[in-house]
């Protein structure tokens, strides 16, 4: 496993991460197959709530943020969609066309109300009504 630093758009080498930005996504590479095989984000949050680093005011309580999944802690559909929504690209439309019918009414309220607070110019602000 080969560990890369996500930073300002970019992914290096760990160990050539920037010290003057935070690491918080680590993308891992599986050296034998050469295929990414996860990616560890580090949230934000206080003991309660999840907050959207790009915008703090947007928040999520952490078990709705954070599902269990046979074992495994992965963030929701709809949180990783909000950080899709800032930018998406082709492979974020086709993420979101797979994943929408799939969230409950709630899920998309938040999602909705979560892009049009924090990237309300997103191709996604009415997407999610």
């Known amino acids: 496993m080969q560990l ?7 992914l290096a080498p760990i160990d050539e991460a920037v010290d003057t930005e935070p690491l918080d996504n680590i993308w891992c590479l599986d050296e ?3 295929l990414w095989c996860l990616q560890i984000n580090r949230e934000a949050g206080d003991s309660d709530r999840w907050l959207y680093r790009r915008v703090p005011t947007v ?5 709705a943020a954070v599902l269990d999944v046979e074992g495994l802690r992965v963030v929701a559909p709809e949180v990783q969609l909000l950080w899709k929504s800032a930018d998406p690209s082709a492979k974020d439309e086709s993420d979101r066309a797979a994943v929408t019918p799939l969230l409950d009414d709630e899920a998309r309220q938040w999602l909705h109300e979560a892009i049009t607070r924090a990237h309300p110019g997103s191709a996604w602000a009415n997407a999610f009504r």
């Open 4 to 10: 890369f630093a996500a930073q300002s758009g970019q």
């Open 32 to 34: 034998r197959s050469g």
């Open 59 to 63: 928040q999520r309580q952490w078990s």
